[in-house]
């Protein structure tokens, strides 16, 4: 059974920076790729980013580009999310989430997710 456990969310004024953490239990993910998405009230639940859990490569959605920086500790199974200056507009429920194998979906596709965490809540205030 694999757990996703999200971690590091918080209130942050704008400009500000946080760390999200999601760390993943029950097996290890050697292909595939682990991601970010948020949710903010009354939205549809949207992309931010995601890793390849064996290459490395990045994906970033456009709003997020340059302010936001994927990273994995594979010896400790976790995926990272730093945000730095930060709007009001990144304030969203977090969510981690996980595929394994290769996938004809890319990377930004929520529905192409196996596992998801139970999210961080993230507010900027202006």
């Known amino acids: 059974q694999v757990q996703l456990v999200e971690s590091g969310g918080g209130l942050v004024q704008a400009g500000g920076s946080l760390r999200l953490s999601c760390a993943a239990s029950?097996?290890?993910?050697?292909?595939?790729?682990m991601g970010w998405f948020r949710q903010a009230p009354g939205k549809d639940r949207e992309f931010v980013a995601a890793?390849?859990?064996?290459?490395?490569?990045?994906y970033y959605s456009g709003p997020v580009k340059g302010r936001f920086t994927i990273s994995r500790d594979i010896a400790k199974n976790m995926v990272l999310l730093q945000m730095n200056s930060l709007k009001s507009e990144d304030t969203a429920l977090y969510y981690c989430?996980?595929?394994?194998?290769?996938?004809?979906?890319?990377?930004?596709?929520?529905?192409?997710?196996?596992?998801w965490g139970q999210g961080t809540q993230v507010t900027v205030s202006p």
């Open positions: 890793i390849g859990c064996g290459s490395g490569a990045t």
């Open positions: 029950g097996r290890t993910f050697g292909s595939g790729h």
């Open positions: 989430a996980v595929r394994t194998g290769v996938r004809i979906a890319t990377p930004l596709e929520a529905a192409s997710y196996d596992w």
